[in-house]
């Protein structure tokens, strides 16, 4: 009834005198609110019209919710109307449609009961399993569309891959970026615990918006990442790099003569060892010029002469490169799982307990680097 009264009084003060209508509004009327709130974000009085909104909220027209939230995340970001929103429901004692709604849009996933999907697998043998992690629903969704479009594809969807029921994480906690033209990056010391019980060997964060990336076992792409993107940054996995100028820093480690990449020879003298390293012959390859080492004053070549998708996301996997990708799954012990990286962190903070269980958990999955650093504790001689 006083819902009714109140849309069915919105005309009439539509033509009250300003100061009348916000008179009315700082008296409770929701209505006149919601009217002041509407004039001023089309005035550009974004934090005047945040203000009317909150009236409108306090006052009872929940349905303003969403306006209130929308302009928030206009005016400071993602992150803030989250957090403003995860203040609000913890004030609640129930919810309504709109702010589950809401709740889901903005990651605060303990007021979200709908069901996560079964796991997708591309093959009956896992030599890899990706452990999805998303931050909203518009992350879940992407990742929706991009297991459709792994199964759809014909080489990708033939490798020993396998993706597990998305995890789901308050976006207050994870608190991932939006920086257009600026890589993502998210507080990846959260996921510490999801990381420590095993069962995969690399994270698959679809969260925040910015330039995807791939580092320590975490595949970070946007929440509006193409299928081409995560293609790309998936091949960094099994240790294929950037065919374009990699940054000096980087180029640094990647164009030293030790490194046998499966799709970078950083000169022509790695030839022989390249061949050897991947059971190819001469004719096998086609040498090409790239521009990846050419910040630290080398000539890199890829071994296949047209255009790859390491070098433009929306070319084609070669079929080398496929086969690459297949003889790099065969001895997936040699990737470095993601738990070896969150022993490092847990080391930082001189959390040995949780050292030692996630420096077994890369252990276990045959990673030789793990091995030996449970060895070199093992041998360290400890106090009387």
């Known amino acids: 009834m006083l819902l009714c009264c109140l849309v069915g009084c919105e005309p009439a ?17 929701a ?11 089309t005035q550009g009085d974004s934090q005047a019209a945040l203000n009317w909104y909150q009236k409108a909220v306090d006052a009872g027209l ?41 709740a889901a849009d903005y990651g605060i996933w303990q007021y979200v009961h709908n069901s996560v999907e079964s796991p997708i697998h591309s093959n009956s043998s896992c030599s890899l399993t990706l452990q999805p992690v998303v931050q909203s ?23 020993s891959v396998c993706f597990l029921p998305e995890k789901r994480v308050n976006s207050t906690d994870l608190q991932c970026s939006y920086q257009p033209g600026q890589r993502i990056q998210c507080q990846y010391p959260v996921l510490m ?64 003569k030790d490194k046998i990449r499966p799709n970078v020879l950083a000169d022509k003298a790695q030839l022989e060892l390249y061949l050897k390293h991947w059971k190819l012959e001469k004719d096998d390859i086609q040498l090409k010029p790239i521009d990846s080492c050419n910040k630290v004053g080398k000539q890199a070549y ?12 929306e070319a084609e996997v070669p079929d080398l490169y496929f086969e690459l990708m297949q003889k790099v799954l065969a001895q997936p012990e040699l990737i470095m799982p993601v738990q070896y990286f969150y022993a490092y962190l847990a080391r930082q903070q001189q959390d040995w307990q949780s ?12 990673y030789p680097d793990a091995k030996h650093s449970l060895q070199e504790a093992s041998a360290i001689p400890t106090a009387p």
């Open 302 to 313: 890829a071994p296949v002469n047209n255009l790859s998708f390491m070098r433009s996301h």
């Open 137 to 159: 629903r518009a992350g879940s969704r992407q990742l929706q569309l991009l297991q459709q479009q792994w199964q759809q594809d014909p080489q990708l969807s033939s490798l």
């Open 13 to 29: 003060l539509e033509h009250l005198p300003e100061q009348q209508l916000m008179d009315e509004a700082q008296q409770g009327n």
């Open 193 to 256: 615990s999801h990381v420590a019980e095993g069962g995969f060997s690399q994270l698959l964060l679809v969260a925040g918006e910015g330039n995807a990336n791939y580092n320590n076992g975490i595949v970070q792409l946007a929440e509006s990442s193409s299928f081409a993107v995560f293609r790309h940054e998936f091949a960094h996995i099994l240790g294929f790099i950037d065919e374009y100028s990699l940054s000096v820093q980087v180029a640094e480690v990647e164009c030293s």
């Open 62 to 102: 929940i349905n303003e919710l969403a306006a209130l939230i929308r302009l928030k995340q206009k005016q400071d970001g993602f992150l803030a109307a989250a957090g403003y929103l995860e203040q609000h429901l913890q004030q609640q004692r129930s919810l309504n449609a709109v702010q589950a709604d809401l």
């Open 355 to 366: 050292w030692r269980l996630l420096m077994e958990q890369a252990a276990k999955q045959g």
């Open 31 to 41: 209505a006149a609110a919601v009217i002041l709130a509407k004039r001023r974000e």
